[in-house]
């Protein structure tokens, strides 16, 4: 029995990490049922953003290492290759990739992959009881799940040499302070706040949000010329949408654009 709930909100699916009991720790079964529902979530047309979030009091702690005792009592190692590839990679691909908005709401403590799952969302979104640690070095690993590839792009080499070679805990307000997260809410006003901003994403224009998430993901790693030519390619596209007919009708008439991610 997998650790993960799906609901849908309207145009947005909600998965929920729901292993309370070990602080959404990701064994075997949730990381497959994860992946699924997000492969899901992405290929579904009726779905326009995408909410992860945990039951209880956390976000997600990570690898659940339980799952691993015999083997290390052994003396044996897993093979982390494999799970990587079988498993963070394709989670971390669809968060990042999907052509619709992902949202971290991170109710609670994320450490380890759990961290890397938020920062491969697209938007973060807090709680005052939210806290962060890498975690990795605590066990002589390296970060991964993409997060030696989002980290530095977030929140700059400086400070993610520090979060990752430290291991100091990060709260809520200097996870909002170093860039981390994009938004901070009391801890009863998250689900609402949360619920808001996704169905807001949930009603915007999707193709063009699947292109801007593209350009910027894209052009973090080419130069100005390159950028130009792709940002030229994706408006020449986005023009000829129905969603940009409509948001310039509605500006004209002077009311709220009805997006249909067409």
């Not at 971390?92 to 609670?108: F, H, I, Q, S, Y």
């Not at 993610?160 to 291991?167: F, K, P, Q, V």
């Not at 390619?233 to 009805?258: I, M, N, W, Y």
Request: with cysteine; charged share 25%; net charge negative.
């Amino acid at each position: 029995m997998s650790g993960l709930e799906v609901r849908r909100e309207g145009a947005a699916a909600w998965l929920t990490l729901n292993r309370p009991e070990a602080l959404n720790a990701l064994d075997a079964a949730t990381k497959d049922a994860l992946v699924a529902a997000l492969r899901e979530a992405a290929d579904d047309a009726d779905v326009r953003a995408v909410a992860l979030t945990g039951g209880g009091r956390a976000f997600c702690v990570g690898q659940d290492l339980r799952e691993l005792e015999g083997a290390y009592r052994e003396g044996r190692t897993p093979d982390f290759a494999d799970e990587l590839e079988r498993h963070y990679a394709p989670i971390c691909r669809l968060l990042a990739e999907m052509p619709k908005p992902t949202v971290a709401v991170l109710n609670g403590v994320a450490a380890g992959a759990g961290v890397s799952l938020a920062l491969a969302c697209d938007l973060r979104l807090a709680s005052t009881a939210a806290r962060f640690r890498l975690a990795f070095a605590g066990i002589a690993l390296v970060p991964d799940a993409g997060s030696t590839w989002n980290l530095p792009r977030v929140v700059g080499l400086s400070r993610a040499l520090e979060i990752a070679l430290l291991g100091d805990w990060v709260e809520a307000d200097q996870a909002l302070q170093f860039g981390l997260v994009n938004r901070v809410w009391p801890a009863e006003e998250l689900e609402r706040h949360a619920a808001e901003t996704v169905a807001a994403l949930a009603a915007g224009p999707t193709l063009a949000f699947a292109r801007t998430k593209a350009l910027l993901r894209d052009h973090l790693g080419t130069d100005l010329a390159d950028a130009l030519a792709g940002e030229a390619k994706a408006q020449a596209a986005a023009g000829q949408s129905s969603d940009h007919l409509e948001g310039v009708t509605a500006f004209l008439e002077k009311r709220p654009p009805r997006f249909r991610g067409a």
